[in-house]
């Protein structure tokens, strides 16, 4: 059975792997990027809430 499976599904040979493997890489980079974009907007957003509370004198919220 594997034997037969070998033959009817050839093996990838090396620079498709490598390039496979390159995508893939790039692929989670830019997912990893991304995910930072959105922490870092969030920090942003918060930040800027803080302020606001600040400026209403609102202390409770701004120290949370």
Request: some cysteine; hydrophobic content about 30%.
């Amino acid at each position: 059975m594997e034997k037969l499976r070998n033959m009817l599904i050839p093996k990838p040979n090396p620079q498709q792997l490598l390039r496979d493997w390159q995508r893939r890489l790039r692929q989670e980079c830019r997912n990893i990027e991304r995910q930072i974009r959105d922490i870092q907007r969030e920090e942003k957003n918060v930040q800027k809430a803080i302020k606001d509370a600040a400026k209403r004198n609102d202390t409770a919220s701004a120290r949370v």
